[in-house]
Every structure is written in structure tokens, then in C-alpha cells.
């Protein structure tokens, strides 16, 4: 599963990690969305952040269930997701190897900006540069509970994900097809 801010990348490395491996790639955001009929952004614009929460706890849930049928699977989260302690401890209990993307916070905060202007993402937590910074510094703890981090600053998604590869011994479970 891969875990941290927004803006770390979670959704575009998942994507390339799984299509790499050759496994499936799942965004928790969307199971969300698909089990509310709702976007992201309209859960908390009707229902506020605890409903969210609810929801994704649920969500999760369901999420680690199918992980014990169909373990070949990238599990991207949100950004609030791990810094929970149900999930996490739901997470860690379950035995799932866990991936912290970080960056600095600049890059992280002109990644949201890049992605709000280029795509129009709406992300309700947001917020203004010193707020994003504050959440940043709060969660960063919790995310560093991971099995792994990995350092994303100034790379390409597709880098990320090679080393990934690399750093977990993936490319050895593959059968060295690529080596
Ligand atoms: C959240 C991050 C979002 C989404 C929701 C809450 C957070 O996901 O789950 O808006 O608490 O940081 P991304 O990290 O993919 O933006």
C-alpha cells in the first residue's frame, strides 16, 4: 500500500508500479467514491471530514479483505488514510507491506497546485500554504510507521517506481524476466 501526502504521488506511482509488475493498481479514493456514489469532494462538502472517515475506514476494509484472494495488488490511499490509527493498525495487523512517498513540502504543494490548475482536482483539505505545511509536519510522523520510505523529489514517476522495484526485491519475485 502506498501512504503519504497529497501530492507524494500515491495515485501516478501506483499506476506505474502495478503496470511494471504486471499486477492491478487500486486507488481507495475511488473504491469511495463507487460505494457513496458520491466524489470525494462532495462527501466532505455534504457530510463533512468524520463521515469521509467513516467511509474510508469501510472502504479500507473491504480493501484488505481482497488482499487475501488477490495479493498481486498496489494499494494507493489518501492522505489522511494511514494517519488513523484504526486503519493503520487494521493495516499493520493484516501484515501489508506499507511504501511512504515523500518529498519536501514545496514540491508537494506545487504538485497539488500543478494538478488543481492543469486538472481542475479538487482537494477539500487543501487549504493555504502554511496550513498545507502544518498538516504536513503533523502527519509526518504517522506516515514514517511504514515498512518502507522512499524519496520522490526531483524524480518521474516511472523512476519511482523502478526503485521501488529494486528497493522491495520485486524485480526477484517477477522471476528476472527484466534483468
Ligand atoms: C485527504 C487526501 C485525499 C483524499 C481526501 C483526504 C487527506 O487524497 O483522500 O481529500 O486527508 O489528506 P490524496 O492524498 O490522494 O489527495
Known sequence: MLIGFMGAGKS?????LAEQLGWTFEDLDE???RREEKKVAEIFRDAGEAEFRRAELGALKEAVEGLRTASER???????AFVHESNASLIEAAN????????GVEELW?????????QGWERPLLGSPKGFRELYEKRRPHYLRASFTQDTSGRTVEEVAA???????????????NQ
Request: with cysteine.
Open 74 to 80: 498496489v494499494i494507493a490511499l489518501g492522505g489522511g
Open 163 to 177: 526503485e521501488l522495484i529494486q528497493a522491495l526485491g520485486l524485480d526477484r519475485r517477477r522471476g528476472g524476466e
Open 12 to 16: 501516478s506511482v501506483g499506476r506505474a
Open 96 to 103: 501489508i507491506p506499507t511504501v511512504f512517498l515523500d518529498a
Open 31 to 33: 473504491r469511495i467514491e
Open 110 to 118: 506545487r504538485r497539488c497546485q500543478r494538478q488543481s490548475e492543469e
